[in-house]
Nanobody, 123 residues
Framework: QVELVESGGGLAQAGGSLRLSCAAS????????MGWFRQVPGKDREFVAA????????YSSDSVKGRFTISRDNAKNTVYLQMNSLKPEDTAVYYC????????????????WGQGTQVTVSS
């Protein structure tokens, strides 16, 4: 059973940066593709970025492309989301998730989820 714990959320100004981390335990981290999703109240969970098991292939949504970068360190069992040029519309709870499927943008493909970390971007 894989457990995921996010950290690094908080308050940032528009144009600023934050780095989210997601530490995994309880499983073989390198066996899973990882993703980041976000959700605001009243809306569906939205795909942000994903990375394959090796870290060699990444995917990102059009809304964050060029601003957010997903990466992973399998030796540290951790996946990261570097968020630059933040906008107020990036405000959301951010979740990391693990999947046996690579490159999937659908949250239903992810079987493991963290508890989420709040990111708030002020204008």
């Amino acid at each position: 059973q894989v457990e995921l714990v996010e950290s690094g959320g908080g308050l940032a100004q528009a144009g600023g940066s934050l780095r989210l981390s997601c530490a995994a335990s309880g499983g073989t981290f390198g066996n899973y593709a990882m993703g980041w999703f976000r959700q605001v109240p009243g809306k569906d969970r939205e795909f942000v970025a994903a990375i394959d098991w090796s870290g060699g292939t990444t995917y990102s949504s059009d809304s964050v492309k060029g601003r957010f970068t997903i990466s992973r360190d399998n030796a540290k069992n951790t996946v990261y989301l570097q968020m630059n040029s933040l906008k107020p519309e990036d405000t959301a709870v951010y979740y990391c998730a693990g999947s046996i499927y690579t490159g999937n943008t659908n949250p239903w493909a992810y079987g493991y989820w963290g508890q989420g970390t709040q990111v708030t971007v002020s204008s």
